[in-house]
C-alpha cells in the first residue's frame, strides 16, 4: 500500500547507507518542512539536496543544521535544479496547489502536506495538471505512517480483523498555540481541512469511496476568541459506497485528557477483531482470537526515530517514512499511497462535510476524479 516503518533496536537513530539510486529532494517552506529536511537522514532511498523560504529568519535556521544544503529564497530557481527529484511542499494550505502545479510543470514529482487543497477549484487545477503532465504525488498523511497506525494497516491487510464493520476516529487538540504562529488558520480555511483532514483520510482508507456525508459543526469559546471564521469542533457520520459506515470527531479549543483520549485515535471494529491505534502515544491494542486484549507500547523502542528525542513533539519518523514510501515506489514503479487521485477524493469528502455542517443536512459527496 505504499508505505514503510523501522524502528531501530538502539539508540540514537542508526544512519542507513543511502541506495546508489537515491533521489534529491528540494523542500518549499522550512517551518515544518525543516523536519523533513532532518529526518531524511535515517532513510535509504531519498535524500536532501535544498531548502527554499521567503523568510531569511528560517533559512538561516535552517542552514545552521543542515548546512551543505543549497538554499534560496526564489522557488523557481529551486524548481530548476536538476538534482533536485522531488519537491515537499509544506507551505499554508491556500498557496499549495500553485506549488504543486508549477512543480509538475517543471517535471518534478511531489510531496504535499496535508490537505492537499481546500478549494474546489483548486482541486480541479491540481487534478488536471496531474493527468496532465503525467507527474505523481503523495499526501504527506502523516498519521499513515506512524507506527501503531502502520501495524494496524498490517493487520488489517493480513484479514486478522475479519470485515471491518465500523470505523471510529478522531483529532481533538488544543490549537490556541497554531493561531499564534500562523493567524491565517482562524480566517483563512476550515478545521475541516486541518486537523479534520487526519481522521477523515483514515475513514476513506479504510472505507474507501464514501457517498455521503452528515456533519454537524460549532465554534468552541476559543475558536471565537480567536475570531475563527468556521467551526473547529465537528462531528461527522459517513457511510462507503459499500454500505459500511463510520464517525469522525474533531476539536479544536477544548482542555485536552491525554490519557484517556490520545490526540488522534482510531479505532476499527472487525468481524474478528477489534483494533485501536494512537498518537501521539504509540500504544497499539487489539483483541487476539481468543478474546485477550493486548497492547503493544512502541514508545521506548521508537521514541529517537519518531521524535528524535523524549519529548513528543513533531514529526520526524513519520516524515522519514512517507518520504521514503514514495522514493522507492518511484524507483521501484510501484503505486504510492495515498496518491494525487486518493487525496483528491478525500478532499471531496471534506468539502462534502463542510457544506453538510453549513447546510444542517445529509450530503452526497461528488467524486472529482470520476469526471
Not at 178 to 201: M, N, R
Request: charged residues 25%; contains cysteine.
Amino acid at each position: 500500500m505504499g508505505f514503510i516503518t523501522h524502528i531501530p533496536g538502539t539508540n540514537p537513530v542508526v544512519i542507513p547507507e543511502r541506495d546508489p539510486r537515491s533521489l534529491g529532494l528540494g523542500v518549499l517552506g522550512l517551518h515544518e518542512g525543516r523536519t523533513l529536511l532532518l529526518a531524511l537522514d535515517r532513510v535509504s532511498s531519498v535524500h536532501a539536496v535544498a531548502g527554499c523560504d521567503v523568510s531569511a529568519e528560517k533559512v538561516e535556521a535552517c542552514r545552521s543544521e543542515k548546512p551543505d544544503l543549497f538554499y534560496t529564497p526564489d522557488y523557481r530557481e529551486m524548481l530548476a535544479m536538476e538534482d533536485v527529484r522531488i519537491v515537499a511542499i509544506y507551505t499554508p494550505d491556500p498557496m499549495h496547489a500553485d506549488h504543486v502545479v508549477a512543480a509538475f510543470e517543471a517535471g518534478k514529482d511531489v510531496i504535499c502536506t496535508k490537505p492537499l487543497v481546500n478549494s474546489l477549484r483548486d482541486a480541479r487545477r491540481v487534478l488536471e495538471a496531474g493527468r496532465r503532465t503525467g507527474r505523481r504525488l503523495m499526501v504527506g498523511q502523516s498519521t499513515r505512517f506512524f507506527e501503531p497506525f502502520v501495524r494496524q494497516r498490517r493487520a488489517y491487510e493480513r484479514g486478522d480483523l475479519g470485515e471491518v464493520e465500523l470505523l471510529e476516529a478522531h483529532y481533538i487538540h488544543r490549537m490556541d498555540w497554531y493561531y499564534e504562529k500562523s493567524p491565517w488558520a482562524a480566517t483563512g480555511t476550515d478545521w475541516v481541512f486541518l486537523g479534520l483532514s487526519h481522521p477523515i483520510d483514515l475513514l476513506c482508507w479504510y472505507l474507501g469511496p464514501i457517498a455521503r456525508v452528515h456533519a454537524f459543526g460549532a465554534r468552541s469559546q476559543l475558536g471565537g476568541r480567536y475570531q475563527v471564521a468556521g467551526p473547529d469542533v465537528y462531528i461527522v457520520n459517513a457511510m462507503a459506497e459499500s454500505g459500511r459506515i463510520g464517525r469522525v470527531m474533531g476539536h479544536y479549543g477544548c482542555r485536552e485528557l491525554p490519557s484517556a483520549r490520545n490526540g488522534i485515535e482510531l479505532v476499527l471494529y472487525g468481524t474478528t477483531s477489534t483494533s485501536q491505534a494512537q498518537y501521539h502515544d504509540m500504544r497499539y491494542r487489539y483483541t487476539a482470537p481468543d478474546g485477550t486484549e493486548i497492547t503493544e507500547d512502541h514508545l521506548y523502542a521508537g521514541r529517537h526515530y519518531y521524535f528524535n528525542s523524549e519529548v513528543h513533539g513533531m514529526h520526524y519518523g513519520e516524515f522519514a517514512n512517507y518520504a521514503e514510501a514514495f522514493a522507492r515506489a518511484i524507483l521501484d514503479g510501484n503505486p504510492n499511497s495515498p496518491d494525487l487521485e486518493e487525496g483528491i477524493r478525500t478532499f471531496c469528502v471534506m468539502d462534502a462535510v463542510g457544506r453538510s455542517a453549513r447546510e444542517g443536512r445529509v450530503v452526497e459527496v461528488e467524486d472529482l476524479t470520476r469526471g
